[in-house]
């Protein structure tokens, strides 16, 4: 008798939320690894983040991405995909 491949619980399907980078590529990063979401000053001076980034997410890992999307654009995501759980 053949085993089957996957069992139902090993089916999850792995929903991620999609960035930008200061360079304009895609990141898409798995919103239960988000810690923090940390805004640039308004005042555009700022030692932790370059020109252009408006945000930056502390993952579980203790590494960190910075997006072109502000933060309450973020936020806005990570809600949608909450209630889509």
Known sequence: MALPILSSAAAIALQLVVLHGLDGRLIRVNPVHITTVVAAPPSGKNEHLVSGVNCMLNLSGGKFITVVESCDRVVELLK????AQ
């Not at 949608?80 to 209630?83: E, G, K, L, N, T």
């Open 80 to 83: 949608a995909w909450r209630d």
